[in-house]
């Protein structure tokens, strides 16, 4: 019998791993390990299969939240490093595919279902054309979906790392604050947990008050308990997640649709339909009337990026 495969979606904070019969989309012995608990991907790796009490797989696929290119994968938002090769001798893999984890996402699309999908605003999917997914967690990620002669062909890109651009006289503040902070400000420094907590910070530096809050879920739980610092950070939050997510849009011809994943957006479905995320997605000038047609959702399926890992396995396209 054929060895269950090894799946993982590895974020900045979380790596979450699943066994699947290669070929088929039936995850088992899902688990989310937090990445700072162990000193490296193999010892992750090990901790999981021995939990599950698996055999150890003889078939892997990967999804990790930096670029993969090279034989040495170093994660950007935390300590993990590691050599494919190596890891794959390790295990003794006979296949060991190692993605970018918004190449997932990207892929894990097409099998959610449509009580998964929370839609923000009105708009229609072009059919045929490619799709932006989207998705602030502990970093920013940013992929295509184009349409293939048979499959969807994900486009894995490093957008979250791509310049912020403010709109108005309070961005132009807010950039200054992340300037002396981070010099280069790039999208993902803003949007994303420690982005929403930062933003939080200096709406207080601005107001000339004390920050109180230590956490982006503390932000958000005193944004919804009234605090006026932490509402003001949220809302403007969801306002730059419409604007950067408008221009993606743009750059990709999104008309197939925006697909917004990753941990944070999920539990913001309250606040989302009242926000300026939709204003903001549309508000491009000229382009208005062609990202106001573009239809956005909220993937809310928990296992998107293993689905999308799944599909990767033994999927000749993605490399
Ligand atoms: N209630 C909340 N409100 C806002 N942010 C939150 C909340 N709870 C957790 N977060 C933030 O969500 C982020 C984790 O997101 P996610 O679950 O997508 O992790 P991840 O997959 O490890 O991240 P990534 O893939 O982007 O590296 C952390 O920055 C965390 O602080």
Known sequence: MTRPALIGDIGGTNARF???????FDLHDIRTLPCAHYPSLSDAIRAYLKEVGAEMPTEACLAFACPVHDDEVRMTN????????????????????????????ALGVPHVADDELVALGDGEAAPGCTRLIFGPGTGLGMAGLFPGQHDWIPLPTEGGHISFAPTDQHERDLLAYFQARYGRVSVERILCGQGLLDLYRAHAQLAKQVARYNTPAEVTGAARAGDPLARNALE??????GD?????????????????????LPRLLDWLPHSHFRDAFADKGRMHAYTAHIPVWVVTAPWNGLLGACEALHNEEVT
């Open 78 to 105: 935390n300590a993990w490093r590691f050599s494919k090769r190596q890891v794959a001798e390790e295990f003794g893999f006979t296949l060991f595919k190692v993605i970018n984890d918004f190449t997932a996402q």
């Open 244 to 264: 950067v997510s408008g221009d993606a849009a743009l750059m990709l011809g999104a008309r197939g649709g925006v697909y917004l994943c990753g941990g944070i």
């Open 236 to 241: 403007r939050f969801l306002k730059i997640l």
């Open 18 to 24: 699943a066994l699947v019969t290669p070929g088929a």
